[in-house]
């Protein structure tokens, strides 16, 4: 069963501040990628990475950086972290293949006060 | 612009009726197409795909309809359950080994029993 982590369910910090998200995932899978679940919105992509060091732009890409230093890891980074970045964070992977399906983590509902 | 549209935000079914999800894509390039779940606070579950190729495909109670001409998919749910209740995501796939996907709005399903 493939399994998608995600460093924490809930997260609340204070404007300004820098945000660590963390994704961990057990399958191997070499493509990794970050969401932000807004309503009326869907999923917009924020990052991607399809290998260890390797990373594109998203969507909107904008007030984030991301950090993928090992295949299992991809990190989500908040340089300082604004009102509008509140949101539901998902992580997803897969392998590379235009058939193969992304596994999502539970997701990270960050609050920014 | 949005790429793809899931135009009815919400929709309420009684248990046992069918249920019909709609999605409308702009991409004639898209050729591979995902449908997702998913129930609060949890990250999305990869529910059933259709390729391009393909103008229906089954599994179970869920069945997914693509009409190309009219860059148009449908997802039928029949019977549906209380169990069903939850959000559903159309997502094409936007083509090349890095496996990004478009997401739609989504549409919040309420079965009632």
């Known amino acids: 069963d493939v399994k998608v982590t995600q460093s924490s369910r809930y997260l609340v910090k204070r404007t300004g501040e820098k945000v660590f998200l963390e994704c961990v995932q057990d399958m191997d899978h070499e493509n990794m990628f970050w969401y932000r679940q807004d309503p009326g919105l869907g999923l917009r992509l924020i990052y991607f990475?399809?290998?260890?060091?390797?990373?594109e732009k998203g969507d909107i890409p904008e007030g984030y950086s991301v950090s993928r230093e090992k295949k299992e890891r991809f990190s989500l980074i908040l340089e300082s972290a604004s009102t509008n970045q509140t949101s539901m964070y998902l992580c997803a992977s897969s392998f590379p293949g235009t058939q193969e399906t992304q596994y999502f983590g539970p997701g990270t509902r960050l609050l920014v006060l | 612009d949005q790429q793809v549209k899931q135009n009815s935000p919400s929709l309420s079914v009684q248990e046992g009726r069918i249920s019909i999800l709609n999605c409308d894509y702009t991409?004639?390039?898209?050729?591979?197409f995902l449908w997702y779940k998913k129930y609060p606070a949890e990250g999305p579950t990869f529910l059933i795909s259709i390729s391009s190729i393909k103008d229906k495909n089954e599994d179970g109670r869920f069945t997914v309809f693509l009409n190309k001409s009219a860059k148009h998919l449908s997802l039928h749910i029949v019977p549906s359950q209380p169990g069903d209740s939850a959000v559903y995501f159309c997502a094409p796939h936007n083509g090349g080994a890095t496996n990004k996907l478009i997401f739609g709005t989504g549409t919040l399903l309420a079965v009632q029993p």
């Open positions: 990475s399809y290998d260890v060091k390797m990373k």
């Open positions: 991409n004639s390039m898209f050729d591979y």
